[in-house]
């Protein structure tokens, strides 16, 4: 089993930055994916940004450009630094992991951007 544990949600003005992180913790595999998906009030669990083992990265065009997704292997910690947050980032943001064919997901942070 993994688990995984976000931090660094909270509330923030439109145009403003926020960096989440995620802890794993339990049976890590050395080649996983690690990722983010958020789900804003009334709407399914979109996917944010995903990166492998190696640091091969995707986004989703909705934040291509204004979100960093990057990775501690030693810490098995993955990180979002959201930049240029608009209000329609508001949402319950989800860590992920990917690996041995399971999927694996955190309880979520809340991030509200004020507008």
């Known amino acids: 089993q993994v688990q995984l544990v976000e931090s660094g949600g909270g509330l923030v003005q439109a145009g403003g930055s926020l960096r989440l992180s995620c802890a794993a913790s339990g049976s890590i595999f050395s080649i996983n994916t690690m990722g983010w998906y958020r789900q804003g009030p009334g709407k399914q669990r979109d996917f944010i940004a995903r990166i492998s083992s190696f640091g091969s990265t995707n986004y989703a065009d909705s934040v291509r450009g204004r979100f960093t997704i990057s990775r501690d292997n030693a810490k098995n910690t993955v990180y979002l630094q959201m930049d240029s947050l608009k209000p329609e980032d508001t949402a319950v943001y989800f860590c992920?992991?990917?690996?041995?064919?399971?999927?694996?997901w955190g309880r979520g942070t809340q991030v509200t951007v004020s507008s």
């Open positions: 992920w992991c990917g690996q041995g064919g399971g999927d694996y």
